[in-house]
C-alpha cells in the first residue's frame, strides 16, 4: 500500500462481487439506470410543455419585433429550437427559441444586408456552432472572464429597453442604442396615450401577476405572467383602442427563404462569428442555470408530499453546442430567426414541472401547430403590449445578482466596460473592449506589490503584499538593499505567486545575509513559517505537511527565530472560507476550518477515487483496532492504513468491558456491540488492542482514592481495575518491553492493561468462536508516544498461550513469517524486531 495514496491492491481476497444476473443490490447502491426505450410522455411533461408554449408565442413574435424581421420568423425559430435542440440537445430540460440576445445584432443585420442574406448569416453560425461542438469547445466558451459575459448579456439587455420603449411609445426604433438613448426625450413630448396605456398595462401585469395574494392568486400564478399580460392588454386594445397598430402575419406563401450572402467577406465573416458568440454564450449560460435549477428542484421535497422530482444528468455542453448548431442552419434554412437556449423559458419550463426532454419538443410542436392554425387570434395582439414584454426581458438582462457578484470580486470596472462597448460600438466590439479591460486589470494587479520595511527591538519586519514578478524586483531591490548585513529579520510573503527573477534576487540577499551572520525568518501572512523541516523534504506524503506544522501559528510569537530557507515550499496554511459569525474569534473554530480547507485542498484529490470505490462496494476491513482515545494518536498514521483498512473504537484507557457486564446501570454495550458487529458481520481478520505510555485513564487507576465519586468516568474505569490486579499480582509475569523493564509503574501498568484486556477479548462469544474456528487473531500493541515507537505483544502472549508477556519493538524492515501454522514476529526473542 502506498505510503501517499492508500488503495487496496487485492479485491478478491475478502469476498468477490456478486454478479448483476444474480440480483443482488448492496444497501445504499444507486438505483438502476432506467433502460432506454421509446419517446414517453408524463403528465407532468404535459403540462409543463403547455406553460411554456404559452410563454414562447408572444415572446417568439416580440423579439421578431423587435429586429424588425417577419413575424412568422419568430416562430419557426420558436418551433425549431423546442423539436430540434429539444432532441438533440445535451440539456434536456433546456428551451430553445428565438435567441433574445441577438436581438441587436440580428436587427442591424437585417438594416444593413437585408433579411434573406441574415438568415444566410445564421445558416453559416449554425455550421460553425457543430464544429465547435465537435471539437469539444463549450467549456472553453465558458472560460471567458464571467464580468465580460454578463456585461455582454446586460448591455444587449438594456439596447434591448432603449429599442422597444421608443415602440411601446407608439414610434419606431433607431439604428443604434445611443440614437434611440438620444432620440428618447424627444419621442416622450410626442406620443398618443394609446400604445403607452396598453404597454403600461402590460408591463404593470407582468410585475404584480406573479405577486397576487392569498388562494386566488396562487390559483392564477399557474398561469403565465407572459400570457396573461398580453392577453388582458389585447382584450383591453380591441375594446379602448381598436386602431392601434397590431400583429400582421403575412401568408405562408410569401414567406422569405434565405439567399448568397452579398457583401464583403470580412464583414460578412465577424456578422457569423458574432452571431455564433452571442448565441453560444446565452445557450451555454443558460444551461448551467438550468442544472442548478434542476439540481434545487430535486434537493427540496414537494410541499404536497408528491413524489420528488427525479434527478437530471448534468449537461453536456458540447452536445447542447451541436445541437444548437442543427437548430440555426435549419431555422436558418427555413427562414426563422437564430436560436439559442433562454433562461425565461427554460427556467419556466423546470418551475412548470418537465421531468424529460419531452417538454421541450411538445412545446415546440404546439408553436408549430399555432402558427399554423391560430393566425387570426394572433393579429389581434398589439405591438404596443409585445414591446411592452420584450422590454421588460431585456430589463431583467441586467442582473442585479451578478452586479453584486462582479463587485465583491473587484471586476465592476472590466463589467462597466463590456457594457459600455456593447451600446456605443456593437457585440462584438463590446467583448473586444471587455477583454482589454480584463488582461489590463490582471496585469494591474500581477504588477502591484507594496513592499514595507519596519523596525521593532532591532528585528526588521519586511512586508511584501501582492504577486512578486520581475516588475517589483527593482523596488524589492532596494528595500532590501536598506537593511544593515547580518541583520535579524522576518519577511512575510503575502502572495502567490513568485516567478524566478523575484526568487533569484530574494535568494542572493538572503545567502548573503547569513553568510555575514544574519538571521532570516519567511512566513506567510498568518504567521507561519515558509520553511519545512529538512527531514520532510524528500517526503511523498505531502497531504501530511499541513497536519505537522500546524501549531506553528499559535506559537510563531513565542518562538526563537530561526533561519530558514525561502526555496522551501509553503503549506497550504490560507483558509479561503471565513467562519461563522456564531464561532467569534475562537481559535478552535478557525483550526477546524483550516483544517476542512486543508483535507479538500490537498488530500481529497488524492483518496475520492478510492473513497467512491468504497462507497460503491461498502467497507470491509481486514481488522478490529481498538485503542484509546488520546489525541496523540493517529491510528492512521502509526499503521499506514488508508480509507476502508481498519474498522476503529476508541475509549478511554482502551478497555474492553467482560461480557455481561453491560447489564449493569450507568454500563452500555457499545464496546461489545462494536466486537460482535466487526467480527460477525464485517468478518474482521484480526483484532488489535493498542496502549500508549501516558495514558492518563492509568494514571487514574494509580492514584484512586478510595473515597473517589463513582462518576460516569469512575464507572467506566472500573473494567481496568483488573489490570491493576493483574499488576500487583504475584501470579502473573511481569508485562515488560524487550531489551528492558518497564520505567515507572505507569508504564508497568499500561503494558499490563493491553495484556489483560486481551482476556477480557477473548470472552465474548463470537470472538471465542472465531478463534476455535482459527478464523481470528488477536494482537496486543502499545505504542510510546515521545520516541514515536510502536511495540506489539509476542505472538504466545498475544494467543494466550505463552507465558511471556513481552513487547517486541518493531523497527523498520520489520516481517512476519509462518511458522508451525501461526504467524509470529521474527525474531521472537527479547531482541529488536526488524532489519
Known sequence: MSACVPTRNDHSSRSSRPSPASGFKRPHSPPPSPRRGRFRVSGADLSASITVFLIAVPMSLGLAVAMDAPLAAGLVSAAIGGIVAGLLGGTP??????????????????????????????????????????????????????????????????????????????????????????????????????????????????????????????????????????????????????????????????????????????????????????????????????????????????????????????????????????????????????????????????????????????????????????????EWIPLAALAALVMVVGIQMVNFAHIRKVHRHREFLVYGATISGVLLAGVLEGVAIGIVVAVAVALHRLARTRITVTERDGRYLVTARGQLTFLAVPRLSRMLGRLPHGVDAVVELDGFFMDHAAYETIQDWYAAQTAMGGRIEFTGRSGGRIAEPASAAHSCCRPWTPWRNHHCHDRVQDAAPTTADPAAPAPAKTVPLTVAASTGDRPGAHRLLSGLSSFQRTTAPLVREELNRLATEGQRPSQLFLTCADSRLVTSMITASGPGDLFTVRNVGNLVPPPGTGDEAGTDDSVAAAIEYAVDVLEVESITVCGHSGCGAMQALLGAAPETPRTPLWRWLRHGLPSLERMRSRHHSWARIAGRLPTDAMEQLCLTNVVQQLEHLRAHESVARRLAAGTLQLHGMYFHVGEAQAYLLTEGASSGTGPDEVFARVAPGAVWSAADGAESLLPASDTVVGA
Not at 436558418?332 to 424529460?356: F, P, Y
Open 93 to 378: 430540460l433546456q428551451v430553445s427559441g428565438p435567441s433574445a440576445g441577438l436581438t441587436v445584432v440580428t436587427a442591424e443585420l437585417i438594416q444593413i444586408y437585408g433579411w434573406r442574406t441574415t438568415c444566410a448569416i445564421t445558416i453559416g453560425a449554425g455550421l460553425l456552432q457543430i464544429l465547435l461542438g465537435s471539437l469539444r469547445a463549450a467549456r472553453s466558451a465558458l472560460a471567458v472572464s464571467p464580468a465580460i459575459v454578463h456585461g455582454t448579456l446586460a448591455g444587449i439587455g438594456v439596447a434591448i429597453a432603449l429599442a422597444q420603449m421608443h415602440i411601446v411609445l407608439g414610434g419606431s426604433p433607431q439604428s443604434t442604442a445611443l440614437d434611440n438613448a438620444l432620440s428618447l426625450p424627444a419621442r416622450l413630448q410626442h406620443f398618443s396615450p394609446a400604445a403607452p396605456l396598453i404597454g403600461a398595462l402590460t408591463i404593470a401585469l407582468l410585475m404584480v401577476w406573479p405577486r397576487l395574494p392569498g388562494r386566488v392568486g396562487k390559483a392564477l400564478g399557474r398561469i403565465p405572467a407572459a400570457l396573461a399580460a398580453v392577453v388582458a392588454a389585447t382584450a383591453v386594445a380591441a375594446v379602448a383602442t381598436p386602431g392601434i397598430a397590431r400583429v400582421d402575419l403575412p401568408s405562408w406563401r410569401s414567406h422569405a427563404l434565405p439567399e448568397l450572402p452579398q457583401g464583403p467577406v470580412a464583414a460578412l465573416a465577424a456578422a457569423v462569428f458574432t452571431v455564433m458568440l452571442v448565441a453560444s454564450l446565452e445557450s451555454l449560460l443558460a444551461a448551467v442555470s438550468v442544472d442548478k435549477l434542476a439540481a434545487d428542484r430535486a434537493a427540496t421535497p414537494p410541499k404536497d408530499g408528491s413524489t420528488p422530482s427525479p434527478p437530471v444528468k448534468r449537461s453536456d455542453l458540447d452536445r447542447e453546442l451541436r445541437a444548437q448548431g442543427v437548430a440555426n442552419t435549419l431555422s436558418g434554412l427555413a427562414g426563422g430567426l437564430a436560436v439559442s437556449g433562454g433562461a425565461v423559458r427554460s427556467s419556466a419550463n423546470v418551475r412548470a414541472g418537465a421531468q424529460t426532454r419531452a417538454a421541450t419538443v411538445l412545446h415546440g410542436v404546439w408553436v408549430l401547430l399555432a402558427a399554423v392554425l391560430l393566425v387570426t387570434a394572433l
